[in-house]
C-alpha cells in the first residue's frame, strides 16, 4: 500500500524463518564490536532506544566508522546480504521494473530495539549524503508508526500499525518527511519469535566514502 507518494507498506514480507534468522543477526552486532546502548543526544538527553550500527555508525549527528561515543571500536562491517536484501525490498515495494532498483547500494544499517516503554519522537533522517530510499522492517512487537509531513513534526500524520515481519520502503518525496514511534503494543510479537520487544531494522546509504 502506498502511504504516500514514495512510501510503501508491505505487510508480512518477512517469512517467520527470515524474521527468526534476523533476531539472531542482531543479537550478534549488539554484542559488539560496539555493543548496543541508549544513544546520548548532545543536549544531554538520552533516547529511549536502543541501537547498534553496521556499516557506518550514526552519532547524533554524524555517521562515522568508529563509535567514538561508546567504546572506539570500528563498527560490523556490512554484508553482501544486506545490500541483496535491501534490493529484493525495493522490488518488493516499487515493481520489478523499478527504475535504478540494481544501483541500490545500502552501506548502514541501525538496528533499534524497543522494550515496551521505549519511544522515538519525530524527526527527519537527514545526516545521509544521499537521495536514495530507506528501507525499515519490522520484528517483534507490533508498534505504532506516524508518518508525518516534510514541513515541520505536527500535523497532518498518519498512523500506521507495523507488525512483525512488515516492510516498509520510504523513497521519493517521502524520503525526508518527519516520522516516529509513538507507542509499542506490548506482548503482541510472535511467542515462536522468543523475542520480547520490537526491533527495527533500517538500511540507508550514507552517501560516505572512506
Ligand atoms: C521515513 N526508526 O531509525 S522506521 C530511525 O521504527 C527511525 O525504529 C523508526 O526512524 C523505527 O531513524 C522508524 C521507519 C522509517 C525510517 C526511516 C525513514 C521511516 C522513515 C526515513 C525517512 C522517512
Ligand atoms: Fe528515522
Redesign the pocket.
Known sequence: AEVAPG?VHVPGWLSLVRQRELVATCRQWARGPVPIRHTKLPGGGVMS?M?VCVGWH?QPYRYTRTADDVNGARVAGFPDWLVELGREALSAAYGGAGAGRGAYAPDSA?V?F?DGDAR?GM???KDERSGAP?V?L?IGDT?V?R?GNTENRGRPYTDVE?VSGDL?V?GGA????????PRVLPGTADPALGLAG?L?I?L?ETGLRD
Do not use: E, I, P
Not at 174 to 181: D, L, P
Open positions: 512510501a532506544v541501537t550514526w541501525l533499534n524497543y522515538m524527526h527527519q533522517d530507506v525499515s519490522s508498534c508508526f508518518f507495523l516498509f520510504f517521502s524520503r525526508f518527511a518527519y516520522h516516529g514511534v520490537r527495527n533500517t540507508r
